[in-house]
């Protein structure tokens, strides 16, 4: 079965950039997404097919996909961006995948 | 605005069964392939289950298949999740949620099920 890994976690200090890293089995053949979650909240959908952003959210977040592995970054992270992350991938071979989960600290 | 609603958790024996229900609102229900995605408690997410717009096609992850059903009811703008034989392992947050394309573009608050004796 096909597997995404992700750190488990991930440290920033205010205003810097944070990096959270999604690999996968050529994933960059395939679309990568990403979720945001927050303790006792639903996932929210950050960024999907590989870079592009919901309405609404902000510029601050980015996404590439190339190779293996898909990246998150956010620029001049705040503290209203501490949050569990979730990348995902799909194909027909794959059906829906979630990566395990990447804990962001704002510290 | 587009609104999923879950509904039907609660606490079940093992080997038990429960029926989740979502309401959706806010678009167009009967266009859209829908999902149930699970988080066990401080775990990571799962895709549990999808059906396409009609019903005719519906899919499952491994360790549900056999036990859970995925339907839907278009004319009521709802989607459902018949879960039989529950174990331990089953317990989570169920989340409704709406498929775009590659992703989730729309979830629900949750419904928690615990299986427990």
């Known amino acids: 079965s096909y597997e995404l890994t992700q750190p488990p976690s991930v440290s920033v200090s205010p205003g810097q950039t944070a990096s959270i890293t999604c690999s996968g089995d050529k994933l960059g053949d395939k679309y990568a997404c990403w979720y945001q979650q927050k303790p006792g909240q639903s996932p929210v959908l950050v960024i999907y097919?590989?870079?592009k952003r919901p309405s609404g959210i902000p510029e601050r977040f980015s996404g590439s996909n190339s190779g293996n592995t898909a990246t998150l970054t956010i620029s001049g992270t705040q503290a209203m961006d501490e949050a569990d992350y979730y990348c995902q991938a799909w194909d027909s071979n794959t059906d829906w995948v979630f990566g395990g989960g990447t804990t962001l600290t704002v510290l | 605005e587009v609104q999923l609603v879950e509904s039907g958790g609660g606490l079940v024996q093992p080997g038990g069964s429960l029926r989740l229900s979502c309401a959706a609102s806010g678009f167009t229900f009967s266009r859209y392939w829908m999902n149930w995605v699970r988080q066990a408690p401080g775990k990571g997410l799962e895709w549990v289950a999808n059906i396409m717009q009609d019903g005719r096609e519906k899919y499952y992850v491994d360790s549900v298949k056999g036990r859970f059903t995925i339907s839907r009811d278009n004319a009521k703008n709802s989607l459902y999740l018949q879960m039989n034989s529950l174990r331990a392992e089953d317990t989570a947050v169920y989340y409704c949620a709406r498929v775009t394309g590659t992703y989730f573009d729309y979830w629900g608050q949750g419904t928690l099920v615990t299986v427990s004796s």
């Open positions: 097919q590989n870079y």
